[in-house]
Structures are given as structure tokens and as C-alpha cells.
């Protein structure tokens, strides 16, 4: 078929695969940012030590985490896996076909060169890398104890995410490699998302401009919510946030 042979049915695949993850990691983010107002609520200190699944305590985070959990969501994870599988592929493809076509590690090809004289542009396979690399993690610290032993029954369920939260992002080490990732993730948000729009055709001069804006907002402001959820858990757990 033309999507799947074709140089531009494989950037759309790309492009649809990407926006996809962007509303993911929107509500994820959003989700994770629940135990920041928790704190100012006087809720997270609470929670964290309250091991019951539903008990008086429960913040916004809480409550985030079993609407996570609900059977729509339990649906949505392999189509989320199968998201991030088909965007990491087609990744790779497009990248190894871009190598062999220019006889070097080059960009993406864009109709204009001025908006991919960047360094995230130019290197998105390496960006994509890293991502994936601490992506798998990032999976050993909640999915693997959350989602897997509930969904398949594989290792020991752990009901209180906000102790989670204190476990994982006690250590100042464990903080800095996520900033590290964030940073990387808003590189590649910052770039992915104008790249999607140009995909599918909305790449005038005017418009262009606009999304690019856009694109750099929405990035900052998934990162942020990830950057802020990882300090404020931090803090909580070496005692510095009442």
C-alpha cells in the first residue's frame, strides 16, 4: 500500500504515531501534576503514609491513579505500546532510509532548510534513543509495579503512588538522570510536533510560524509538568516540603 511504501505514507504513520503520545503524555503529565497540588493541599504527606487503597486521605493524585486504572485504560495500554512501537519503527526507517539516500547522517528532507537548522532537528534519532533508553527505566519504577501486577499478575501490586513517588525520586542522582530525560523529551516534542503538522501539509509561511510556536508551548509545558512532579517528590521525601 502507498502509506506503507511510500516516503510520505511512512511520515505520516510518524506523524499520527506522534500526536498520539503528545495527548498521552498531556494527560499523564497532568495526572502526575495532581501530587504537586496534593502538597500545597497538605494531602501528599498524608497519603504517602496511608497505605489503604481508598481511605480518607486520598488527594487528586490518588484519585488520578485509579482513574488510570479502570478497564477503558487497561484497554488503551497495548494500543499505547503498539503507538510507541509503530513511532520508534518508522523512527529508525525513515532515519536509515534518509542515510543511505544521502550518503551520511543528515536530517529529515523539509521543504524549508531554515526550519530544520536546529540541533534537536538534526539529531532526532539520537534524542529518540535516549528517550527509549530511560524509557525502559522509567517502567521498572511504576508501570512495573502498578499497571504489571495488576493487569497480568506478575510481581508484588503497590497500591500508594505517592509513596512511589518518595521511593523513586528520593535520591538527587535518580532526579538529575530524569531532568536529563526531560530535557531530551522537549527537544524531541519541540521538533516532532511543528514536523507533524508540516507532514500532513500545514507548512505555509504564515502558519508555520504559528505552529512552531505552538509546538514549543505545548513541549514546555509537558516537561514542566513532569520537571515540577519530580522536584516537588523529591522534596517531600528528604523532608523539605512540609
Known amino acids: 500500500m502507498f502509506i506503507f511504501n511510500s516516503s510520505i505514507g511512512k511520515k505520516f504513520i510518524q506523524a499520527v504515531s506522534g500526536a498520539f503520545l503528545v495527548l498521552f503524555l498531556l494527560l499523564h503529565g497532568t495526572i502526575n501534576f495532581f501530587s504537586v497540588i496534593d502538597s500545597f493541599t497538605g494531602k501528599y504527606g498524608v497519603v504517602a503514609a496511608d497505605e489503604a487503597l481508598f481511605s480518607k486521605g486520598d488527594g487528586l493524585f490518588k484519585m488520578g491513579c485509579d482513574f488510570m486504572s479502570l478497564p477503558i485504560i487497561d484497554i488503551m495500554v497495548p494500543i499505547l505500546a503498539l503507538g510507541v512501537l509503530v513511532h520508534i519503527g ?38 529518540g ?22 493487569m497480568f499478575g506478575i510481581g508484588n501490586f503497590e497500591n500508594n503512588p505517592y509513596l512511589l513517588l518518595n521511593v523513586t525520586f528520593g535520591s538527587w542522582i535518580v532526579l538529575i538522570f530524569y531532568i536529563i530525560w526531560f530535557v531530551a523529551l522537549w527537544l524531541h516534542l519541540n521538533h516532532g510536533f511543528w514536523s507533524m503538522f508540516q507532514t500532513v501539509g500545514w507548512d505555509g509561511k504564515t502558519w508555520f510560524k504559528r505552529v512552531k510556536v505552538i509546538g514549543t508551548i505545548v513541549a514546555t509545558i509537558i516537561v514542566l509538568l513532569f520537571i515540577t512532579t519530580a522536584i516537588n517528590a523529591c522534596l517531600q521525601a528528604n523532608g523539605l516540603l512540609a
Open 90 to 127: 518508522y523512527g529508525v526507517w525513515l532515519t536509515i532510509g534518509n542515510i543511505i539516500a544521502r550518503g551520511g547522517y543528515k536530517r529529515y528532507e523539509v521543504a524549508s532548510k531554515a526550519a530544520t537548522d536546529s540541533w534537536s532537528a538534526k539529531n532526532m534519532l539520537v534524542l
Open 129 to 150: 534513543i535516549v528517550i527509549l533508553g530511560i524509557l525502559f527505566f522509567h517502567l521498572t519504577h511504576f508501570w512495573a509495579k502498578m499497571q504489571l501486577p495488576e
